[in-house]
């Protein structure tokens, strides 16, 4: 340990100075990468559940999907694409944040704020191409569970990422904020990273 | 508090002036009046609200038992009719579980974890605030259900198809579901709060190898939390859309399946029986060592079979299942994995006798509760064996057997550590003792009403009495065994009543209590009882496992922390290396505002979906000012803003 000085009052103590210490640090040294792995195992166990429910109720089902046709291909595989292209942006917003530029960060948070926007708009369409409403049987409940879960945190990102992306222009703006991005931009990979398996069993284990 | 940029800022450190105690104490304190106790968020303010919360409840669930006792005391009575004893089992449960043994155990760590490790406050104080408001709202909907006359009577594990739309038309099990889901969220958040505590916030020294066990347990806990409660609040969302909106989980008619329920809740039931029952291991682990006079013994191995504990515990939901069509051979395995957990268990109760063996014991009233911790759940713990094997499950399966199994374990394996908990740590909650005599006559009595109410439980179920019966007729051999029960209850009840007593009598004393009245080892009795509001006047260095006895090694304490803001030392994860000093969040009303819109979006969407979408934006909005930061918050941080 080495901040040890003698005590200026008591010289018969050493101590632990902590005065040259930083007032904040990124990933895995910062208390909001912390709450943010948190909310990501919570989340991805619920979603993980969402997944198990699906093919709990399919080994159940003489036929799957049950009296429907399988999800339209179009909007998810674009929405996929989107979400995916969508992670250069916001790794970019993390260089910037992580080399201490804010304005950087700002403006790559405002491109990821685009892509959100696109994203809301084709998931509508995805909910309209999913050829079964939740009230029809269980399959339709579960794929709208399904897609209803994942939605929520498309909706919840967004809304973070700009409220984020006002206090970077607008101010009071401190150095930690910059921490506040690194782990917006960890959060919006789990989002997206989240998506595959879930596009994979709505569109896909549909078809198999 | 003295923010002028000007000023030279006050910095604490060992031998401190009484200026800077000052200014510590000031800059910790939770602000005065009705509003400042809104926006409070000091963690052992919120953490004495959360225990007082938990245990009203726990003393409602309670009478509510005593009710249904009375029904049961004689055949044939007619003391309340079958639906409203269909409600007080339902609600007991409910309350027992979700109101008050697991969230008790958290509020719990949230008062001790920073005071055994060396910190000023908890990670996210003000997330602790939320999660503290959205319980007691979530409790108050499930009790206010129940005196407008719809409360919940499905049982406390709500099957489906009973609490469908079918078979329950009323709201009960739509307030049972919200309640879940304010419970749970409550729960998910104090286990974030609490790993990241017990993570980030060690004083430098103390890594992972040198964590008191209450500490160990609480973190091993709150990984469980995260892993259970998902599945819980993602099954009671699927009942309560089934409810409302008409979806079909579990609707067979539909494709659905009624099984689902049982897999998903008991993937959550079953380690929430560790939930309960991990936390007070950490107890025994902090009083046995007291009251042996010497270090815990074999402390990795207690530590390996904490997390073997809790591993194990999630390989076991499906013995609650034995009654139904599922495979014979998944049935053997959940038969395994159930007499495994035996493993660990053992290994810490022989590290434990180990340590009374090799101890001058000291019999105090703290002591007494864990020996009797040993009696009932080496009781509880063979019925278990007897339930985990599927011919002997079936044939008790829904009697008083099972009744009687679950309250030794959970009791046994609970409440009585808890009380030698509340004995053990009084002086830090309240800053008195609590009273010997009066502890001594509660111990006794609470020993014997237990076993005298719950031991005849296993032969009437042996003889066949099923569960959640409103009466019974004369002549099955019955009678005399449930009127001993009922009077059992009632002897609990007395004892309870004198824990009260025995509290009341100590806050109104005048003897104030000493630091270490137990001469203990672990840091929060480094501190006065109670401590002052910023904990530590100055942060220990630790280097050892039982610092206070250990032979001090240099340096002792961290210098160097404003005492005029509220900066707290992060440390590294592994060896609590010092890394850097963040400012924590002041009081603030927000946590409270963003907890009411949460429950008006909660409570409103058991009566129209819509509610989701329009109660979400006052959540959003609050949320949003408790975010975003004021200027003075701003000036402070920019001022003694270190980049890393």
Redesign the interface.
């Known amino acids: 340990?080495n901040?040890?000085r003698p005590?200026d009052?008591?010289t018969s103590?050493?101590?632990?100075?902590?005065?040259?210490?930083?007032?904040?640090?990124?990933s895995?040294?910062?208390?909001m990468w912390?709450?943010t792995t948190?909310?990501m195992?919570?989340?991805g166990?619920?979603f993980a559940?969402?997944v198990i429910?699906y093919f709990?109720?399919r080994t159940?089902?003489p036929a799957w999907p049950?009296a429907a046709d399988a999800p339209g291909l179009l909007w998810g595989s674009l929405n996929t694409a989107v979400l995916i292209a969508s992670l250069w942006p916001n790794q970019l917003a993390k260089n910037a944040a992580e080399r201490?530029e804010r304005r950087k960060a700002a403006i790559w948070l405002v491109v990821c704020l685009v892509a959100s926007l696109a994203f809301l708009v084709i998931r509508g369409f995805e909910f309209a191409s999913l050829n079964v409403s939740?009230?029809?049987?269980?399959?339709?409940?579960?794929v709208?569970?399904l897609l209803g879960l994942h939605t929520t945190h498309l909706i919840t990102d967004t809304?973070d990422t700009a409220?984020l992306t006002v206090?970077l222009f607008t101010?009071?703006?401190?150095?930690?904020r910059l921490v506040d991005v690194s782990e917006n931009a960890l959060y919006w990979y789990f989002v997206v990273l989240t998506w595959l398996p879930i596009y994979a069993v709505i569109y896909w284990a549909a078809r198999l | 508090m003295s923010n002028e940029p000007n000023a030279p800022s006050l910095v604490d450190g060992p031998h401190a002036s009484p200026e800077v105690r000052a200014a510590l104490a000031a800059t910790w304190s939770d602000p005065p009046g009705f509003i400042g106790m809104l926006c409070a968020v000091n963690h052992k303010t919120i953490a004495r609200r959360f225990i007082v919360t938990t245990f009203v409840f726990f003393l409602l669930a309670g009478l509510l038992a005593l009710v249904m006792r009375a029904q049961l005391a004689r055949a044939d009575q007619r003391l309340i009719g079958p639906n409203l004893y269909n409600e007080l089992f339902t609600m007991h449960g409910t309350t027992m579980m979700f109101l008050f043994a697991v969230p008790v155990m958290q509020a719990v760590a949230t008062f001790l974890v920073p005071l055994m490790i060396g910190a000023r406050s908890i990670a996210f104080p003000r997330v602790n605030a939320y999660a503290y408001w959205v319980f007691l709202f979530g409790g108050l909907l499930l009790f206010a259900s129940l005196a407008v006359n719809t409360a919940p009577n499905a049982g406390w594990f709500s099957y489906v198809p009973l609490a469908g739309p079918d078979y329950s038309p009323n709201k009960g099990a739509d307030i049972w579901a919200q309640m879940i889901t304010f419970t749970e969220l409550s729960g998910l958040l104090e286990a974030v709060v609490l790993i990241t505590t017990i993570f980030k916030l060690r004083a430098p020294g103390m890594s992972l190898n040198r964590m008191p066990l209450f500490v160990w347990a609480t973190l091993v806990t709150q990984f469980m939390v995260i892993f259970a409660m998902p599945a819980v609040m993602l099954c009671s969302t699927a009942l309560i859309l089934d409810r409302l909106v008409g979806t079909h989980f579990y609707n067979p008619a539909k494709g659905g399946d009624v099984l689902l329920w049982q897999h998903l809740f008991w993937f959550f039931g079953h380690p929430e029986v560790y939930l309960i029952f991990i936390p007070p291991l950490g107890f025994i682990s902090s009083i046995i060592p007291t009251f042996a006079r010497r270090p815990m013994f074999g402390y990795p191995a207690m530590v390996l079979s904490l997390i073997a504990t809790a591993f194990l515990a999630f390989g076991l939901w499906v013995h609650h299942m034995f009654a139904t069509n599922i495979p014979e051979l998944g049935k053997s395995f959940f038969t395994a994995a159930s007499l495994m957990i035996a493993i660990p268990s053992a290994i810490q109760i022989f590290c434990w006798i180990g340590t009374l063996w090799t101890g001058k014991l000291n019999l105090r009233v703290p002591l007494l509760f864990v020996l009797a911790f040993f009696f009932i759940l080496v009781m509880g713990g063979m019925t278990g064996i007897m339930v985990a094997s599927v011919p002997l499950d079936l044939q008790v399966h829904d009697t008083y057997f099972v009744v009687a199994h679950l309250h030794y374990v959970l009791l046994g394996g609970a409440v009585f550590p808890l009380f030698g908990a509340f004995y053990y740590w009084f002086p830090k909650f309240a800053g008195r003792m609590l009273g010997e005599r009066l502890g001594k006559w509660q111990f006794w009595l609470f020993f014997i009403g237990f076993n005298v109410t719950f031991f005849p439980m296993h032969l009437l179920g042996l003889e066949g009495m099923p569960r959640r019966v409103w009466t019974y007729p004369h002549g099955l051999g019955w009678d005399a065994m449930n009127m001993t029960a009922t009077i059992g209850a009632y002897v609990i009840a007395l004892s309870v009543l004198l824990f009260i007593v025995n509290v009341v009598q100590s806050a109104r004393s005048q003897v104030p209590a000493r630091a270490d009245p137990w001469g203990a080892g672990t840091l929060e009795w480094s501190v006065p009882s109670p401590p002052p509001p910023h904990n530590f006047d100055a942060i220990p260095v630790v280097h050892g496992r039982d610092p206070l006895w250990e032979p001090s090694a240099q340096p002792r304490f961290v210098a160097g922390l404003a005492a005029d803001a509220r900066e707290v030392l992060v440390t590294s994860v592994l060896d609590a290396q010092p890394d850097h000093r963040p400012l924590f969040p002041r009081p603030s009303i927000w946590p409270f505002v963003s907890a009411v819109a949460t429950t008006v979006l909660f409570i409103g969407s058991i009566y129209t979906p819509w509610a989701i979408v329009w109660a979400s934006l006052p959540v959003a909005v609050a949320m949003i000012l408790w975010f975003w930061p004021s200027r003075s918050e701003n000036r402070v941080a920019l001022e003694r803003e270190q980049s890393p």
């Open positions: 340990m901040h040890t005590d009052i008591d103590d050493l101590v632990l100075d902590v005065r040259t210490l930083p007032t904040f640090a990124f895995h040294r910062s208390l912390w709450s948190g909310l195992l919570i989340e166990t619920v559940i969402a429910m709990y109720l159940r089902a049950m201490g939740w009230y029809a049987n269980a399959y339709g409940s579960v709208w569970l809304i409220v206090l101010g009071p703006f401190e150095g930690k």
